[in-house]
């Protein structure tokens, strides 16, 4: 199984691009990339999820390198509710779709 | 529109006694459904899924059982707790089986073993 190494935490300030990085250098060619949160004391939430190509959806943007063997999560303007933990992760290949979750990144946004 | 019930929220309970979490899913048939625990400080950690009625599979030995009486309900039992089992449990269901098998989760149940 893939594994991934992210930095331990990061800060950002409140209206300013938040950019977490990734590392998955041992991703296998049909495993996506897939990025959640965790907010304090709440269940994790899903953000993206891509394959090969750079994805986009309302809460952030994914850039995944073209040896995909890192990627980026991007939120374009961070608010104080983006504070989490950030975890990236890569698909387990099998039916029942496991999820394997590391450390992830605590991103703090400040004003 | 689909959601995911957790309950209770926070549970308190002696060493020795039993458990019983619950989680039921709404507004979707036949989904996978997974136990995760996390401990403090820590990240998720998998302990069950299952692909269907009566189907459980255990990631890792533990005091821990679950079962899945019902197309969308699943339960996670202990007969007898012990300190190591506190943690926050988590829940979660997968949307969809096509691209991408999104993994959706519950509000969670903060489990103190004293």
């Known amino acids: 199984d893939a594994k991934t190494t992210q930095p331990t935490s990061m800060d950002c300030a409140e209206g300013r691009a938040a950019n977490l990085p990734c590392n998955h250098s041992?991703?296998?060619?049909?495993?996506?990339v897939y990025w959640y949160r965790q907010i304090h004391s709440q269940g994790p939430q899903y953000i993206i999820h891509g394959l090969k190509n750079n994805e986009t959806n309302e809460m952030a943007s994914l850039i995944i390198t073209e040896d995909r063997k890192s990627s980026t999560l991007i939120l374009p303007h961070a608010t104080l509710r983006d504070t989490a933990v950030y975890y990236c992760i890569v698909r387990v290949k099998g039916g029942y779709n496991k999820l394997i979750f590391g450390a992830g990144t605590r991103l703090a946004v400040h004003p | 529109s689909q959601t995911i019930h957790q309950w209770p929220a926070t549970l308190v309970q002696p060493v020795g006694s039993p458990l019983s979490l619950e989680c039921t899913v709404e507004g979707t048939s036949n989904p996978n459904l997974y136990w995760y625990r996390q401990a403090a400080g820590r990240g998720l950690q998998l302990l069950f899924y299952?692909?269907?009625?009566?189907?459980i599979s255990s990631e890792v030995p533990q005091n821990l059982s679950a079962s899945r009486p019902q197309d969308r309900q699943f339960i996670l039992s202990s007969k007898k707790l012990l300190l190591s089992d506190s943690g926050f449990y988590l829940c979660?269901?997968?949307?969809?089986?096509?691209?991408?098998?999104?993994?959706?989760f519950g509000a969670g149940t903060r489990l103190s073993v004293l």
């Open positions: 979660a269901w997968t949307a969809d089986r096509g691209r991408g098998n999104i993994q959706y």
């Open positions: 041992t991703i296998s060619g049909n495993e996506y």
């Open positions: 299952s692909v269907g009625i009566g189907q």
